[in-house]
């Protein structure tokens, strides 16, 4: 059974930074796309950054020049989101989601606060 191990979230003042992580658990075929999502209360959930096969990354509007997606190296199942100049709107519930062939996974989410 697939899933997905996120970590990192937490409460940070403006201005500060904050790493997540997401590893994918099980076998899982043929990877297409993987990122971070994000819903904030009240509002409806919206791409944060994308990382495709390539390497070819998708960034919101909002975050770009801020935050960085990486893959990592070694595992090509487990990504980093590399959060700077946070900002208290970036207060959210952070979801990780990955997308093969057939299939679309989502985390649990981890909760990001960003106090003013």
């Known amino acids: 059974q697939v899933q997905l191990v996120e970590s990192g979230g937490g409460l940070v003042q403006a201005g500060g930074s904050l790493r997540l992580s997401c590893a994918v658990s099980?076998?899982?075929?043929?990877?297409?796309?993987m990122g971070w999502y994000r819903q904030a209360p009240g509002k409806q959930r919206e791409l944060v950054a994308t990382?495709?096969?390539?390497?070819?990354?998708?960034y919101a509007d909002s975050v770009k020049g801020r935050f960085t997606l990486s893959r990592d190296n070694a595992k090509n199942t487990v990504v980093y989101l590399q959060m700077s100049s946070l900002k208290p709107e970036d207060t959210a519930v952070y979801y990780c989601?990955?997308?093969?062939?057939?299939?679309?996974?989502w985390g649990q989410g981890t909760q990001v606060t960003v106090s003013s």
């Open positions: 989601r990955v997308i093969t062939g057939p299939a679309n996974y």
């Open positions: 099980g076998s899982i075929f043929s990877i297409n796309t």
């Open positions: 990382i495709g096969t390539a390497g070819s990354t998708n």
